[in-house]
Nanobody, 120 residues
Framework: QVQLVESGGGSVQPGGSLRLSCAVSGSIFGIRVFSMSWYRQPPGKQRELVATITSGGDTTYADSVKGRFTISRDNAKNTVWLHMNSLKPEDTAVYSC????????????WGQGTQVTVSS
């Protein structure tokens, strides 16, 4: 059973930084066969896509985080990170990791999420 476990969330002041981690286990091929994404769900709002890194390493970002957030992956460590800089109160949300198989797109896994709170 593939499992995704997020960590690194917490409370930070505006302008601060956090690094979220997503550790993946249970895949016999590791994460190299997955496109990995970070989503977030602000309080009272719909979940939104924040950033994606494909199995080939291409990255895309939501306009709201471009230039501030960076997604990266290490296939050898089966880990994906989201580096978040210049955090704003509107970045407050539960951040979740997502894995989609690069060939079988119906194969999707989610983590439980980690809370990020940006407040002074």
């Amino acid at each position: 059973q593939v499992q995704l476990v997020e960590s690194g969330g917490g409370s930070v002041q505006p302008g601060g930084s956090l690094r979220l981690s997503c550790a993946v286990s249970g895949s016999i091929f590791g994460i190299r066969v997955f496109s990995m994404s970070w989503y977030r769900q602000p309080p009272g709002k719909q979940r939104e896509l924040v950033a994606t890194i494909t199995s080939g390493g291409d990255t895309t970002y939501a306009d709201s985080v471009k230039g501030r957030f960076t997604i990266s992956r290490d296939n050898a460590k089966n880990t994906v990170w989201l580096h978040m800089n210049s955090l704003k109160p509107e970045d407050t949300a539960v951040y979740s990791c997502n894995a989609v198989h690069r060939t079988f797109a119906q194969t999707v896994y989610w983590g439980q999420g980690t809370q990020v709170t940006v407040s002074s």
